[in-house]
Protein backbone atom coordinates (compact mmCIF):
# COMPACT_ATOMS: atom_id res chain seq x y z
CA UNK A 1 0.00 0.00 0.00
CA UNK A 2 2.49 2.27 0.98
CA UNK A 3 4.69 1.95 -2.72
CA UNK A 4 1.03 2.59 -3.91
CA UNK A 5 0.61 5.70 -2.13
CA UNK A 6 3.87 7.15 -2.95
CA UNK A 7 3.10 6.68 -6.90
CA UNK A 8 0.24 8.58 -8.95
CA UNK A 9 -2.96 8.22 -8.34
CA UNK A 10 -3.14 6.28 -11.53
CA UNK A 11 -1.04 3.38 -9.36
CA UNK A 12 -3.45 3.84 -6.50
CA UNK A 13 -6.29 2.80 -8.34
CA UNK A 14 -5.21 0.03 -9.77
CA UNK A 15 -4.00 -1.46 -5.94
CA UNK A 16 -7.56 -0.38 -5.03
CA UNK A 17 -8.79 -2.24 -7.52
CA UNK A 18 -7.29 -5.31 -7.30
CA UNK A 19 -8.11 -5.16 -3.06
CA UNK A 20 -11.79 -5.48 -4.22
CA UNK A 21 -11.18 -8.50 -6.40
CA UNK A 22 -9.10 -10.13 -3.63
CA UNK A 23 -11.68 -9.66 -1.26
CA UNK A 24 -13.53 -12.01 -3.70
CA UNK A 25 -11.19 -15.04 -3.23
CA UNK A 26 -12.67 -17.58 -1.23
CA UNK A 27 -15.72 -17.17 -3.03
CA UNK A 28 -17.35 -19.74 -5.33
CA UNK A 29 -16.34 -16.73 -7.75
CA UNK A 30 -13.08 -18.23 -9.67
CA UNK A 31 -10.81 -14.90 -8.98
CA UNK A 32 -7.81 -14.12 -11.25
CA UNK A 33 -5.76 -10.94 -11.80
CA UNK A 34 -4.31 -9.83 -15.37
CA UNK A 35 -1.80 -7.21 -15.05
CA UNK A 36 -1.25 -5.83 -19.00
CA UNK A 37 1.91 -4.07 -19.49
CA UNK A 38 1.63 -0.72 -21.51
CA UNK A 39 -0.70 -1.98 -24.67
CA UNK A 40 0.22 -1.56 -28.03
CA UNK A 41 -1.66 -1.97 -31.34
CA UNK A 42 -2.18 -5.12 -32.94
CA UNK A 43 0.68 -7.19 -34.37
CA UNK A 44 -0.51 -8.20 -37.48
CA UNK A 45 -2.88 -5.33 -38.46
CA UNK A 46 -0.90 -2.20 -36.87
CA UNK A 47 -4.02 -0.80 -35.43
CA UNK A 48 -4.29 0.72 -31.94
CA UNK A 49 -5.38 3.62 -30.17
CA UNK A 50 -3.91 6.76 -31.56
CA UNK A 51 -4.10 9.18 -27.80
CA UNK A 52 -2.11 6.24 -25.74
CA UNK A 53 1.48 6.71 -24.64
CA UNK A 54 3.24 4.48 -27.47
CA UNK A 55 0.82 5.99 -30.43
CA UNK A 56 1.54 9.75 -28.95
CA UNK A 57 5.39 8.86 -28.82
CA UNK A 58 5.59 7.89 -31.97
CA UNK A 59 3.42 10.71 -33.74
CA UNK A 60 5.25 13.28 -31.40
CA UNK A 61 8.84 12.13 -32.40
CA UNK A 62 7.88 12.60 -36.09
CA UNK A 63 6.23 15.91 -35.02
CA UNK A 64 9.05 17.41 -33.23
CA UNK A 65 11.82 15.64 -35.82
CA UNK A 66 13.86 14.69 -33.02
CA UNK A 67 13.49 10.89 -30.79
CA UNK A 68 15.08 9.77 -27.59
CA UNK A 69 18.70 8.64 -28.12
CA UNK A 70 18.16 5.94 -24.87
CA UNK A 71 19.56 2.17 -25.56
CA UNK A 72 19.22 1.01 -22.40
CA UNK A 73 15.30 1.88 -22.06
CA UNK A 74 13.12 0.42 -23.84
CA UNK A 75 9.44 1.67 -25.39
CA UNK A 76 7.01 -0.99 -23.91
CA UNK A 77 5.30 -2.63 -26.37
CA UNK A 78 2.84 -4.65 -25.67
CA UNK A 79 0.50 -5.99 -28.95
CA UNK A 80 -3.01 -5.97 -27.49
CA UNK A 81 -3.74 -9.49 -29.75
CA UNK A 82 -1.15 -11.25 -27.51
CA UNK A 83 -2.59 -10.12 -24.25
CA UNK A 84 -6.58 -10.83 -25.56
CA UNK A 85 -5.51 -14.16 -26.65
CA UNK A 86 -3.38 -14.79 -23.54
CA UNK A 87 -6.00 -13.86 -21.19
CA UNK A 88 -8.69 -16.30 -23.60
CA UNK A 89 -6.26 -18.89 -23.15
CA UNK A 90 -5.83 -18.76 -19.33
CA UNK A 91 -9.71 -18.40 -18.82
CA UNK A 92 -10.46 -21.33 -20.96
CA UNK A 93 -7.71 -23.52 -19.66
CA UNK A 94 -8.48 -26.60 -17.63
CA UNK A 95 -7.50 -25.78 -13.81
CA UNK A 96 -6.03 -28.24 -11.15
CA UNK A 97 -8.56 -27.52 -8.29
CA UNK A 98 -6.21 -29.10 -6.37
CA UNK A 99 -3.11 -26.86 -6.71
CA UNK A 100 -5.90 -23.76 -5.98
CA UNK A 101 -4.22 -21.21 -3.57
CA UNK A 102 -6.02 -20.86 -0.36
CA UNK A 103 -4.19 -17.63 0.51
CA UNK A 104 -3.61 -16.28 -3.14
CA UNK A 105 -4.86 -14.97 -5.66
CA UNK A 106 -3.52 -15.93 -9.16
CA UNK A 107 -1.89 -13.31 -10.56
CA UNK A 108 -0.50 -12.94 -14.21
CA UNK A 109 1.99 -10.34 -15.90
CA UNK A 110 1.15 -9.54 -19.42
CA UNK A 111 4.16 -8.09 -20.43
CA UNK A 112 6.62 -8.16 -23.69
CA UNK A 113 9.20 -5.26 -22.63
CA UNK A 114 11.94 -7.57 -22.86
CA UNK A 115 11.31 -8.23 -26.58
CA UNK A 116 10.21 -4.41 -27.17
CA UNK A 117 12.79 -2.13 -29.23
CA UNK A 118 14.77 0.60 -27.34
CA UNK A 119 14.00 4.44 -27.85
CA UNK A 120 16.86 5.13 -29.77
CA UNK A 121 15.89 2.07 -32.08
CA UNK A 122 12.44 2.71 -32.14
CA UNK A 123 13.66 6.52 -33.15
CA UNK A 124 16.11 5.09 -36.20
CA UNK A 125 13.41 2.73 -37.35
CA UNK A 126 11.02 5.85 -37.43
CA UNK A 127 13.49 7.78 -39.81
CA UNK A 128 13.84 5.05 -42.03
CA UNK A 129 10.39 4.13 -42.44
CA UNK A 130 9.05 7.56 -42.43
CA UNK A 131 11.87 9.39 -44.80
CA UNK A 132 12.14 11.81 -42.17
CA UNK A 133 15.20 13.66 -40.88
CA UNK A 134 14.81 13.04 -37.14
CA UNK A 135 17.68 13.72 -34.81
CA UNK A 136 18.61 11.78 -31.91
CA UNK A 137 18.54 13.87 -28.52
CA UNK A 138 19.24 13.75 -24.78
CA UNK A 139 16.46 13.47 -22.71
CA UNK A 140 16.98 17.16 -21.52
CA UNK A 141 17.18 18.15 -24.96
CA UNK A 142 13.80 16.18 -26.38
CA UNK A 143 12.24 17.62 -23.13
CA UNK A 144 12.69 21.30 -24.33
CA UNK A 145 11.81 19.81 -27.77
CA UNK A 146 8.59 18.83 -26.34
CA UNK A 147 7.87 21.58 -23.80
CA UNK A 148 8.26 24.09 -26.80
CA UNK A 149 6.00 22.42 -28.65
CA UNK A 150 2.41 23.18 -27.41
CA UNK A 151 0.28 21.71 -30.62
CA UNK A 152 2.45 18.54 -30.57
CA UNK A 153 -0.09 15.26 -29.89
CA UNK A 154 2.70 14.26 -27.61
CA UNK A 155 2.86 17.60 -25.58
CA UNK A 156 -0.25 16.50 -22.72
CA UNK A 157 1.61 14.28 -22.03
CA UNK A 158 4.17 16.13 -20.95
CA UNK A 159 4.30 14.93 -16.93
CA UNK A 160 6.02 11.94 -18.43
CA UNK A 161 8.81 13.59 -19.28
CA UNK A 162 10.01 15.02 -15.40
CA UNK A 163 12.64 17.86 -15.38
CA UNK A 164 14.00 15.54 -12.36
CA UNK A 165 14.72 13.28 -15.52
CA UNK A 166 13.43 10.27 -17.59
CA UNK A 167 11.17 7.97 -16.05
CA UNK A 168 9.66 5.66 -19.13
CA UNK A 169 12.16 2.91 -17.97
CA UNK A 170 9.56 -0.30 -17.77
CA UNK A 171 9.59 -3.60 -16.21
CA UNK A 172 11.22 -5.86 -15.09
CA UNK A 173 7.96 -7.66 -13.97
CA UNK A 174 8.06 -11.03 -12.93
CA UNK A 175 6.24 -12.57 -16.01
CA UNK A 176 8.09 -16.18 -16.85
CA UNK A 177 5.50 -17.72 -15.10
CA UNK A 178 3.05 -16.22 -17.48
CA UNK A 179 4.78 -16.81 -20.55
CA UNK A 180 5.24 -20.16 -19.87
CA UNK A 181 1.93 -20.96 -19.02
CA UNK A 182 0.23 -19.53 -21.83
CA UNK A 183 3.40 -20.70 -24.53
CA UNK A 184 2.10 -24.42 -23.47
CA UNK A 185 -1.47 -23.20 -24.36
CA UNK A 186 -0.19 -22.08 -28.01
CA UNK A 187 0.52 -17.83 -27.37
CA UNK A 188 3.61 -16.47 -27.43
CA UNK A 189 4.28 -12.86 -27.44
CA UNK A 190 6.00 -11.23 -30.78
CA UNK A 191 9.77 -9.80 -31.13
CA UNK A 192 8.82 -6.21 -31.56
CA UNK A 193 10.83 -4.98 -34.90
CA UNK A 194 11.30 -3.09 -37.92
CA UNK A 195 8.33 -4.72 -39.77
CA UNK A 196 5.84 -4.98 -36.85
CA UNK A 197 6.82 -1.17 -36.38
CA UNK A 198 6.09 -0.12 -39.83
CA UNK A 199 2.79 -1.96 -39.41
CA UNK A 200 1.69 0.91 -36.53
CA UNK A 201 3.36 3.81 -38.85
CA UNK A 202 1.55 3.00 -41.72
CA UNK A 203 -2.01 2.73 -39.45
CA UNK A 204 -1.15 5.90 -37.77
CA UNK A 205 -0.19 7.66 -41.30
CA UNK A 206 -3.75 6.45 -43.20
CA UNK A 207 -5.67 8.36 -39.68
CA UNK A 208 -2.71 11.68 -40.82
CA UNK A 209 -0.96 11.24 -37.85
CA UNK A 210 2.29 10.55 -39.37
CA UNK A 211 3.94 12.25 -41.97
CA UNK A 212 5.41 10.05 -44.54
CA UNK A 213 8.51 11.60 -46.91
CA UNK A 214 8.49 8.38 -48.97
Do not use: C
Not at 2 to 12: D, K, N, Q, R
Not at 68 to 82: G, N, S
Not at 167 to 182: D, E, I, L, Q
Request: no cysteine; charged share 20%.
Amino acid sequence: FEAALASTPYVLTKWIAEEHVRALHGTPLPVTVYRPAMLAAHSARGHGNPDDFVHRYLTGVTELGTYLDIEDARLDMTPVDYVADAIAALVFAPRDQSAKSETHVETHHLVNVDQSMSYAAVGRALRKLTGLDLVPASYDAFRAALAAAPASRLHPLLPYFPETGFTMTMGPWPSSKTKAAVRTLGVSAPVIDEAILAKVVASLAKRGRVHMMR
